[in-house]
């Protein structure tokens, strides 16, 4: 080949790698997007969204359950504050009127759950008595689509199978968490998919980190009795896991809710007691 055209070759290399160089760079200072819903699969839209890099931590959870336990703890997770019948503001574009399972969420509690402290009390509003628990909370995966379930709830959902009871009904509602926060140990029950996000379920069942978002990569949402009995700030970082019901110790959690499994239990108590009465009352004036 002739010294010109070997100049001219390695002129057009040379040329060929600093367009992929600059292609390659630019393609790496592009924003990520991410398609996400703050409580329910209402919203859905493209955000670029800037990540925290002190509050938000990437990686995977660690850890195996600890002795006796059936589910490991998720540690370290951002958690922040929503409650029934919130309404959209600032990082929180969808109303909490109705839940990812419930939707007259607002209805059906009773009320709005006022999170001011100096209207609640013995941790629930003053001004009614909650007709479910006012210990709840939400994480980012809903079992349920527009019919049945997700395809893949079977198989990620650890209890799927035990809780089923046809297409219609969420396996999630209602499932106790124990939520820790220092020394202090609280329990709740799933009432809702979020914060922003309803398909995570490699990090609520599995060991991925919460994806970044707008309220610092929150994980977590949980109710104003919970962040009471806490002392939690309205953003926070705490412990949480899932629990088996035989796991969930008394306390002000046990005491409130048609949804409530303490309570069902209860009630179902005095049904089989006042039934077995009856009967020995029958048999006796027989």
């Known amino acids: 080949m002739k010294p010109g055209r070997i100049t001219h070759a390695i002129a057009v290399l ?11 760079t630019s393609s790496k200072a592009e924003p990520t997007k991410v398609k996400f819903s703050k409580k329910s699969n209402k919203l859905s839209e493209d955000l670029s969204l800037r990540v925290d890099p002190i509050s938000f931590s990437p990686g995977h959870l660690s850890g195996p359950p600890e002795p006796g336990q059936r589910y490991p703890w998720k540690k370290n997770i951002v958690t922040t504050i929503f409650w029934i019948g919130e309404q959209p503001s600032g990082n929180n574009p969808v109303p909490n009127r109705s839940s990812s399972w419930d939707k007259d969420w607002t209805k059906n509690y009773g009320g709005f759950d006022d999170p001011n402290p100096a ?12 007709r479910q628990n006012p210990f709840y909370c939400a994480l980012p995966y809903s079992d349920k689509a527009t019919t049945g379930h997700r395809p893949e709830a079977p198989r990620v959902v650890p209890w799927f199978k035990e809780a089923y009871q046809g297409p219609a009904v969420s396996t999630c509602k ?19 998919a979020g914060p922003f996000r309803t398909d995570h ?15 610092k990569g929150a994980g977590l949402d949980v109710s104003p009795a919970v962040r009471d009995y806490l002392g939690l700030n309205e953003t926070d970082v705490t412990d949480w896991r899932f629990v088996d019901f035989s796991e969930v110790p008394r306390g002000p959690w046990s005491t409130l809710g048609e949804n409530n499994t303490f309570v069902i239990n209860e009630r179902k108590r005095d049904r089989e007691l006042a039934e077995a009465l009856k009967s020995g009352g029958s048999a006796i004036a027989r």
């Open 119 to 130: 209207r609640r009390s013995n941790y629930i509003p003053v001004k009614f008595t909650p």
């Open 14 to 24: 040379l040329s060929s790698i600093s367009s992929l160089f600059a292609y390659s």
């Open 201 to 215: 379920w490699q990090y609520v069942f599995g060991d991925e980190r919460p994806k970044p978002n707008l309220n």
């Open 174 to 192: 209602d499932r106790w968490i124990a939520i820790r926060k220092g020394s202090r140990t609280v329990y709740a029950q799933w009432e809702d």
